[in-house]
């Protein structure tokens, strides 16, 4: 139950394929989870997947009430997303602003689906499903992304809206 190293934009370990978790009853996924809700709280994050910490599992967590690093975003509940499935109920794209922890510093605007359908387990290896849109679609893919190796960058289709966020954005942390 630790504050982990967050890797960064560079490191290969963030560009791999994630495993699927597949022993729930292992002592050792509830730690991986803690040390994922430790960490991104410790880091004002919105949401943490496991191989920003050099773990490559298919976990992410996220969720919070309110977001300094995004204060107009409407409250996304606490989520713990192992082995997550995405499907877009549409093809709308909406385009928003996003940062990463793996990615201190800046921001960059990226295209999402805007309504989405995404499934997976608990902790316990039970299976949910959520049907969402708006910011709490925009952070499942975001955070799913990672486990494809896929860092938001990678995403955007202009860089003339891509910089550091004390530079956009002087009064947000």
Request: hydrophobic share 40%; net charge negative.
């Amino acid at each position: 139950m630790a504050v982990r190293t967050i890797l960064r934009m560079g490191d290969p370990r963030l560009l791999e394929q994630a495993a699927p978790v597949s022993d729930f009853s292992n002592p050792a996924l509830r730690t991986l989870i803690t040390d994922l809700q430790n960490t991104m709280r410790a880091a004002g994050g919105a949401g943490l997947a496991a191989p920003q910490i050099g773990v490559g599992l298919r976990v992410v967590v996220f969720g919070f009430e309110s977001s300094p690093r995004y204060p107009d975003a409407e409250a996304v509940p606490e989520t713990i997303l192992v082995n997550p499935l995405i499907v877009p109920l549409d093809e709308e794209i909406e385009e928003g602003w996003e940062g990463c922890l793996s990615v201190p510093g800046m921001r960059g605007v990226v295209p999402r689906f805007k309504h989405i359908r995404y499934s997976g387990f608990d902790e316990s290896g039970l299976p949910f499903v959520r049907t969402v849109s708006g910011f709490h679609a925009r952070v499942v893919q975001h955070e799913c992304d990672h486990l494809d190796g896929v860092l938001y960058p990678m995403r955007m289709r202009d860089f003339s809206r891509f910089g550091f966020t004390d530079v956009l954005f002087p009064d947000i942390e």
